[in-house]
Nanobody, 123 residues
Framework: QVQLVESGGGLVQAGGSLRLSCAAS????????MGWFRQAPGPEREFVAA????????YYADSVKGRFTISRDNAKNTVYLQMNSLKPEDTAVYFC????????????????WGQGTQVTVSS
């Protein structure tokens, strides 16, 4: 199992920016797609962004297109989520995950999740 640790969350005003990082350990990091999800109060986690194993393809939820950028640095075993033009509705706990299925944007049972990092956007 891959171990994931998110960081970079915090409090920011609307229109501001944050960059989230997800540091991973494990041999399969470079061979699997990675993604970011977020969860506001409630049981469902919303897909935010995904990146293919080599970083060549990216995918975004409609709600964040043009504002968020996902990237990865396999040499550092790290995935990033650059969040610009933040809105109050972006407020959530953000989780990174590995082994994302890029056809369904879902994480299979054998995938790994980080602990989450809180992003709060004030108006």
């Amino acid at each position: 199992q891959v171990q994931l640790v998110e960081s970079g969350g915090g409090l920011v005003q609307a229109g501001g920016s944050l960059r989230l990082s997800c540091a991973a350990s494990g041999r399969t990091f470079s061979t699997s797609a990675m993604g970011w999800f977020r969860q506001a109060p409630g049981p469902e986690r919303e897909f935010v962004a995904a990146v293919s194993r080599n970083g060549g393809n990216t995918y975004y939820a409609d709600s964040v297109k043009g504002r968020f950028t996902i990237s990865r640095d396999n040499a550092k075993n790290t995935v990033y989520l650059q969040m610009n033009s933040l809105k109050p509705e972006d407020t959530a706990v953000y989780f990174c995950a590995t082994d994302l299925d890029l056809r369904t944007m879902r994480v299979p049972p054998f995938g790994s999740w980080g602990q989450g990092t809180q992003v709060t956007v004030s108006s």
